[in-house]
T-cell receptor
Framework: GAGVSQTPSNKVTEKGKYVELRCDPI?????LYWYRQSLGQGPEFLIY????????DSGLPNDRFFAVRPEGSVSTLKIQRTERGDSAVYLC?????????????FGPGTRLTVL | GNSVTQMEGPVTLSEEAFLTINCTYT??????LFWYVQYPGEGLQLLLK?????DKGSNKGFEATYRKETTSFHLEKGSVQVSDSAVYFC???????????FGTGTKLQVIP
């Protein structure tokens, strides 16, 4: 079946611009997660949705980052006034439930480059 | 807070060699432990997991045993193949929270 998809696969933008990154989770998965992976590092947690609500946004680095999931399926990560330090691969994952033992299925990521 | 420490790479092995990638962790409560793999040009995928002490996770010839006494979850494979070349991430969830804490990853290169 279809896995987690993310669009665009690559995004190049200029410092100060606004960007939106989209995630389509596996159909029926209620839990959705965003992570950020910098070069040579492991992914770092940003935010977790259970249904439409953000259950844990403790990983968002500052108020320039915001994410929504209005209908409990597709999610959009929004970054305002981008900075060069925001350059990374942004990963989305989903799971069928919200237990900490559940497998999270990852998308291929969006590579964001801020010039 | 939670953290995962894994051996630095890259690790280069000849085909059919024995593989060990070390992983230790610090966590509150009783964590669940995972190994994820990232093949070149592909997304992260779960390789194996263990959710309680002394459990052994296994998949595709890889194994890891949850050792609470040593807070370790080392990844092993008896005979690696060229197709195992990838980056391997040790990870955990803890305290009922869903966010995954990852290690920095270990790149494995298997040469024929």
């Amino acid at each position: 079946g279809a896995g987690v998809s993310q669009t665009p696969s690559n995004k190049v933008t200029e410092k100060g611009k606004y960007v939106e990154l989209r995630c389509d989770p596996i159909s029926g998965h209620t839990a959705l997660y965003w992570y950020r992976q910098s070069l040579g590092q492991g992914p770092e947690f940003l935010i977790y949705f259970q249904g439409t609500g953000a259950a844990d946004d403790s990983g968002l680095p500052n108020d320039r980052f915001f994410a929504v999931r209005p209908e409990g399926s597709v999610s959009t990560l929004k970054i305002q006034r981008t900075e060069r330090g925001d350059s990374a691969v942004y990963l989305c994952a989903s799971s069928s439930h919200s237990s900490s033992t559940d497998t999270q299925y990852f998308g291929p990521g969006t590579r964001l480059t801020v010039l | 807070g939670n953290s995962v420490t894994q051996m630095e790479g890259p690790v280069t092995l000849s085909e059919e060699a024995f593989l060990t990638i070390n992983c230790t962790y610090t966590a509150t409560g009783y964590p669940s432990l995972f190994w994820y793999v990232q093949y070149p040009g592909e997304g992260l995928q779960l390789l194996l997991k263990a959710t309680k002490a002394d459990d052994k996770g296994s998949n595709k010839g890889f194994e890891a045993t949850y050792r609470k006494e040593t807070t370790s979850f080392h990844l092993e494979k008896g005979s690696v193949q060229v197709s195992d070349s990838a980056v391997y991430f040790c990870a955990l969830t803890s305290g009922g929270y869903q966010k995954v804490t990852f290690g920095t990853g270990t790149k494995l290169q298997v040469i024929p």
